[in-house]
């Protein structure tokens, strides 16, 4: 992206009083294997990705949409057979990085053909004696866009940058073939989008069908020098099982406060044009299991780029107040564990009416508890409906609640 501002992020420093809790750190800090002597199972994989595209409703693009696309992935990954513990809370998953290729066609487009480097997720719904039934996500960079320029590409009024955010899901078997060798056929969506820190983001969906190969490396123990364990050994690991500690449901009550930046949602040509954002949000939320809580909040947002909501209004000929780039909500959430990241949905109500916003708004995410009481945040703003109104750069502190006796 050709950004030209540099948003801080707000930071903010608490204090507070410790307040005995349920542990969690089990999750958090894992002691399993501190002397590493426990072997690590990766693989290699390739997908190859064939559909087509959701319309984005711009003049110029059929020839594109009306086409197919293909894509190929190039992964690295490790499996959590239970090394930690965390691993058998999610079903003992694989994890790692990735690099994709699409190709748009025709090839000579005006919207480009998108790679992306990238992290994913891939877990279990259900396991079966020689094969499974799988979601998998991935979350990354993409680049090669063609973004939208008044000049140089002013028909591509989709996707304003050129490297924007790059989000995959899927539902996928995994077949056992061979000793070594695994067979992965599912259902995909992928999409791209800035997040609004440059406009036009129409973004751009895909949806359509993957077909992959994975190959299972012999295991080696890290302690050992990376000694390789004896080729006759099925390079499948036997997942460890646990008995996870005993849960008793608990409170906790966090508050985080974010910044950021957002371009004009109207104005596409001025590429100068940027605005202010911030969330300061309190949070009150129920652990319900290791694996998740919910939880109700209130918001106060800053949006810069309200101004260009009210500034042809005559009441506000002599300039738009402060006060009215300002406003409340309220907020219900759920929150998904894993080890350290926690994925956040949420969805709320302004508390007065907001010009151009609509009657709701959402926000999808992720954290990264960075000590147990200390994170960092990272979310979309989303004003009613399913277009980016902003990204929050954060940081957050949480207490917990007594542990019950």
């Known amino acids: ?211 992959g190969l994975k190959y299972n490396f012999n295991a080696y123990i890290p302690k050992q020098g990376g000694q390789r364990l004896a080729k006759t050994q099925d390079p499948r690991p036997k997942y460890i099982d646990y008995n996870l500690p005993e849960f008793k449901p608990y409170w906790e009550y966090y508050m985080f406060a974010a910044g950021g930046w957002s371009t004009s949602p109207y104005d596409i040509e001025d590429r100068e044009l940027y605005y202010g954002v911030a969330t300061l949000a309190f949070d009150v939320a129920r652990h319900y299991s290791h694996k998740g809580k919910f939880g109700i909040g209130v918001d106060v947002f800053r949006d810069g780029s309200l101004v260009e909501e009210y500034q042809n209004k005559p009441e506000y000929s002599n300039g738009v107040p402060e006060s009215r780039l300002w406003y409340p909500g309220i907020h219900v959430s759920h929150e998904l564990l894993i080890h350290r990241f926690t994925l956040v949905t949420q969805v709320g109500v302004p508390l007065i009416h907001v010009e151009g916003r609509g009657g709701w708004y959402g926000r999808v995410g992720g954290r990264y508890d960075i000590t147990r009481k200390v994170f960092a945040h990272l979310a979309l703003k989303t004003p009613g409906g399913f277009i980016a109104d902003f990204v929050e750069w954060g940081v957050g502190f949480r207490m917990y609640g007594k542990k019950k006796v």
């Open 1 to 211: 992206m050709n950004f030209k501002h540099i948003v801080l992020a707000l930071q903010f420093v608490l204090l507070s009083i410790v307040i005995n809790a349920q542990t969690v750190d089990f999750l958090k800090a894992d002691t399993t294997d501190t002397n590493k002597t426990y072997p690590r199972y990766m693989f290699a994989q390739t997908k190859f990705h064939f559909g087509g595209h959701f319309s984005t409703g711009v003049d110029g693009l059929e020839e594109i949409e009306n086409n197919y696309f293909s894509a190929m992935e190039l992964r690295v990954g490790w499996k959590g057979y239970g090394r930690k513990r965390w691993q058998k809370l999610m079903g003992y998953p694989s994890y790692g990085f990735g690099l994709y290729q699409a190709t748009f066609f025709p090839e000579a487009n005006i919207l480009g053909s998108p790679s992306a480097v990238y992290g994913f997720f891939n877990a279990p719904f259900k396991r079966y004696n020689k094969w499974s039934l799988n979601y998998d996500l991935g979350v990354g960079l993409a680049y090669d866009f063609f973004g939208y320029d008044p000049k140089e590409n002013p028909e591509q009024t989709a996707i304003g940058s050129d490297f924007n955010v790059y989000f995959t899901v899927s539902v996928e078997g995994e077949f056992k073939l061979s000793r070594r060798l695994d067979l992965t056929t599912g259902f995909l969506f992928t999409h791209f989008s800035n997040g609004r820190t440059r406009t036009p983001n129409k973004g751009v969906n895909l949806y359509g069908l993957n077909a």
